[in-house]
């Protein structure tokens, strides 16, 4: 039998190319956003006779708008395309948006618009957020006009964007308008409102909008949870951020390292820094900002020698420290005392990884040097080592450490020259009224207190936070809105006698000068960590720690009184002011008066 020729012909054939439009697709997706491959694709399909393919231009188009270095080339590209249509617009616009090109993208939308051609819900998504990414809220008004002519105002990712325009615009009033007049709220939408209030101080805003969220059962992501613990950080409210942690367990969420850095920071500013070191050694993945912030939270408890030791371990094994790095680790030497450790951590910084310092550097130095008691080193270092005219923050640092080691005649030459570069500020009034108080030159406290008045200037209000049962309760002092206000200043008083029993003796150099030694204890008495202390005992059983946030520096006499009250109540008390934290047990700060 003979075989068959045409059938082994037929399988002999070779196999047809495919189109050229096809060849060109399939090497527009192995060129990926890579600009050198594109330009390659982008000449054969010129060679090949398909310039006029819109669809390839339009995905080269994408692609180049994604790719790094290359929005000129970009921008060649359109300005050859003839007729650009609606869909390659919007194309260029979300590609320059996502891509980090966020100017382009309101250009490439004004030319769209200049050309009469129409707009879609992704036109107005991409470029609200790349109005957003600019905080340029003005244009953001006009694309929001645009938005109601065109019809699509209560298009939900439309309001998603536009909620977080005016949230990170810092537009808050209009940012919670649109926010309440949506029908349909998506997680982007929750998350922008929450983030919003958070990254603008409301904190407490915030959590609110995150318990409102969580009782119409929806679900929150990784980043409601950042959100989230960064507002727990700044309100101290341990019990919440808990309860995020807990769910992050218990639910099998990634703890990535922008998760991980939050629960860092929040343990460690809500007074937890072994379950912040918990949370950082568990950590698979731990970058420079993972690494800064274990660090930064050891410094701000005092804890000096476990942030050097920690750098020392980043140095050998971890990633390279960058600027804030150094900066944490100089503060932590500071408030620790180490002036030697800080001198080498500075040279390090200066010989071994190249770094110029900068002015917040300066400022740790002038810190490190003042608070361990080296005046005259910390003066000279001014003179000699900080280019330029020094900033406040600068003379506000030696100005503490005049203060603290009760160099009035420096005190008062530093405080007056702040008050040349900065007259505005009123806390360096109120410095320097202490500094003549404490002097003795109770003449220039009252002028001191004269001027303030003329000039309209006002002491920053003292108010401090506790927290019971994940609700954070408010003080200030003499405050009397609270509901359990007569119960918490009998409470109050029965504690403070038992502190006076026990030795303590009021310091009525901490309150306003101009007031008489008996207002002054009166004034002392019911400070706001006072009230709140007073509250948190009320209200917690025997041996629970208290946990409380001042937004202000406190006060020698606050400080004194509760070492007192942690031995009268048997309880550890742990408070946070705008400096540092101190966890006062057993008659004794860890701060060990050195703040």
Same mark, same amino acid.
């Given at each position: 039998m003979e075989p068959n020729l045409n059938h082994q012909q037929q399988q002999q054939q070779p196999l047809q190319s495919p189109p050229p439009h096809s060849q060109a697709h399939d090497a527009l997706l192995r060129a990926g956003p890579r600009l050198r491959p594109l330009q390659q694709v982008?000449?054969?399909?010129?060679?090949?006779?398909?310039?006029?393919?819109?669809? $390839? $231009?339009?995905?080269?188009?994408?692609?180049?708008?994604?790719?790094?270095?290359?929005?000129?080339?970009?921008?060649?590209?359109? /300005?050859?395309?003839?007729?650009? %249509?609606?869909?390659?617009?919007? +194309? $260029?616009?979300?590609?320059?948006?996502?891509?980090?090109f966020p100017f382009d993208a309101i250009r490439f939308y004004a030319r769209m618009r200049f050309l009469? /051609?129409?707009?879609?819900?992704?036109?107005?998504?991409?470029?609200?957020?790349?109005?957003?990414?600019?905080?340029?809220?003005?244009?953001?008004?006009? =694309?929001?006009?645009?938005?109601?002519?065109?019809?699509?105002?209560? %298009?939900?990712?439309?309001?998603?964007? /536009?909620? +977080?325009?005016?949230? !990170?615009?810092?537009?808050?009033?209009?940012?919670?308008?649109?926010?309440?007049?949506?029908?349909e709220r998506t997680i982007v939408a929750w998350n922008a409102m929450i983030s919003g209030y958070e990254q603008n101080g409301l904190a407490k805003n915030a959590v609110e909008v995150f318990r409102r969220m969580w009782d119409v059962g =929806?679900?929150? %992501?990784?980043?409601?949870?950042?959100?989230? $613990?960064?507002?727990?950080?700044? /309100?101290?409210?341990?019990?919440?951020?808990?309860?995020?942690?807990?769910?992050?367990?218990?639910?099998?969420?990634?703890?990535?390292?922008?998760?991980?850095?939050?629960?860092i920071n929040m343990y460690a500013r809500c007074g937890s820094v072994g379950r912040a070191r918990q949370v950082f050694d568990a950590m698979i993945e731990r970058n420079v900002v993972a690494w800064t912030a274990m660090i930064s939270g050891y410094g701000m408890h005092g804890y000096g020698i476990e942030a050097v030791n920690l750098f020392n371990q980043m140095i050998a094994h971890g990633p390279r420290p960058n600027d804030v790095t150094f900066v944490a680790v100089l503060s932590a030497c500071a408030h620790a005392g180490l002036h030697k450790d800080g001198s080498e951590v500075f040279q390090c910084m200066r010989e071994r990884y190249g770094m110029v310092p900068r002015m917040e550097h300066h400022v740790c130095m002038v810190d490190m040097f003042g608070r361990a008691g080296y005046l005259k080193e910390a003066m000279e270092y001014i003179e000699k080592s900080i280019p330029g005219s020094p900033p406040p923050a600068v003379w506000t640092a030696m100005l503490g450490a005049c203060k603290m080691h009760k160099n009035f005649d420096l005190g008062v030459q530093v405080a007056e020259h702040l008050l040349t570069i900065e007259p505005d500020n009123p806390g360096h009034y109120v410095l320097l009224s202490n500094i003549y108080a404490l002097a003795g030159r109770v003449d220039r406290v009252e002028l001191i207190r004269e001027l303030m008045i003329r000039q309209g200037l006002k002491k920053q209000v003292g108010y401090s936070v506790v927290e019971i049962d994940q609700t954070t309760h408010m003080f200030c002092m003499g405050n009397k809105k609270h509901p359990q206000t007569t119960e918490i200043y009998r409470y109050l008083d029965e504690l403070m006698l !038992?502190?006076? *029993?026990?030795?303590?003796?009021?310091?009525?150099?901490? =309150?306003?000068? *101009?007031? *008489?030694?008996? *207002?002054?204890?009166?004034?002392?008495?019911?400070?706001?960590? !006072?009230?709140?202390?007073?509250?948190?005992?009320?209200?917690?059983s025997e041996g629970t720690k208290i946990r409380i946030a001042k937004n202000l520096r406190m006060c020698t006499d606050c400080h004194s009184a509760f070492k007192f009250i942690s031995v009268v109540s048997r309880r550890e008390i742990i408070v946070r002011d705008k400096h540092r934290f101190h966890h006062f047990k057993d008659g004794s700060c860890s701060c060990q008066d050195y703040w």
């Open positions: 982008h000449s054969h399909i010129i060679i090949s006779g398909l310039s006029h393919s819109r669809s $390839l $231009l339009t995905k080269l188009l994408t692609l180049a708008c994604s790719a790094a270095a290359s929005i000129t080339y970009t921008h060649h590209l359109y /300005l050859s395309i003839p007729n650009p %249509d609606s869909f390659l617009f919007n +194309s $260029l616009i979300k590609a320059s948006s996502k891509s980090g009469g /051609l129409s707009q879609s819900n992704f036109t107005f998504t991409a470029v609200i957020k790349a109005c957003a990414d600019l905080s340029n809220l003005g244009y953001g008004r006009i =694309v929001h006009s645009h938005v109601l002519v065109s019809g699509f105002g209560l %298009d939900s990712f439309v309001e998603a964007a /536009l909620v +977080s325009l005016y949230a !990170k615009s810092g537009d808050l009033v209009v940012a919670r308008k649109v926010f309440d007049g949506m029908s =929806v679900e929150p %992501d990784s980043a409601t949870l950042v959100s989230v $613990l960064s507002g727990c950080s700044q /309100l101290g409210s341990l019990g919440l951020g808990r309860w995020v942690h807990d769910y992050v367990v218990e639910n099998g969420l990634n703890v990535n390292v922008i998760l991980g850095t939050s629960l !038992k502190c006076r *029993e026990a030795g303590y003796e009021p310091e009525p150099d901490s =309150v306003m000068h *101009e007031l *008489e030694e008996e *207002e002054r204890e009166v004034a002392l008495k019911f400070h706001s960590e !006072k009230l709140a202390v007073a509250f948190g005992m009320m209200n917690t």
